[in-house]
Nanobody, 126 residues
Framework: QLQLVESGGGLVQPGGSLRLSCAASGFSLDYYTIGWFRQAPGKEREGVSC????????VYADSVKGRLTISRDNAKNTVYLQMNSLKPEDTAVYYC???????????????????WGQGTQVTVSS
């Protein structure tokens, strides 16, 4: 069973940067589409960015395009989310998820029965 552990969250000022990591164990990430999702207080969980197995295909939510970048190092079995120019509305718990069957577009479009990490809190505030 795929297990995912996120890290790298924290408190950052508006305009600042963070890099989230998602370390996988149990199976090689080579076989999984991976996505980053987030859930703000009182809101539904939403897809932020997703990556194909090779990393050659990525998708982003409109709200984060140009500011967040997903990448993966399959040799290290780790996926990253580089977050730049952060805004208060980026405040949320960020989760990574994995799935063997879905495409990048489909994965980010819905919150499905994926393998999930426990989440890491990102707070953007002055």
């Amino acid at each position: 069973q795929l297990q995912l552990v996120e890290s790298g969250g924290g408190l950052v000022q508006p305009g600042g940067s963070l890099r989230l990591s998602c370390a996988a164990s149990g199976f090689s990430l080579d076989y999984y589409t991976i996505g980053w999702f987030r859930q703000a207080p009182g809101k539904e969980r939403e897809g932020v960015s997703c990556s194909s197995r090779s990393g050659s295909s990525t998708v982003y939510a409109d709200s984060v395009k140009g500011r967040l970048t997903i990448s993966r190092d399959n040799a290290k079995n780790t996926v990253y989310l580089q977050m730049n120019s952060l805004k208060p509305e980026d405040t949320a718990v960020y989760y990574c998820a994995g799935d063997r069957l879905t495409t990048t577009q489909a994965m980010c479009a819905r919150v499905g029965s994926y393998y999930w990490g426990q989440g890491t809190q990102v707070t953007v505030s002055s």
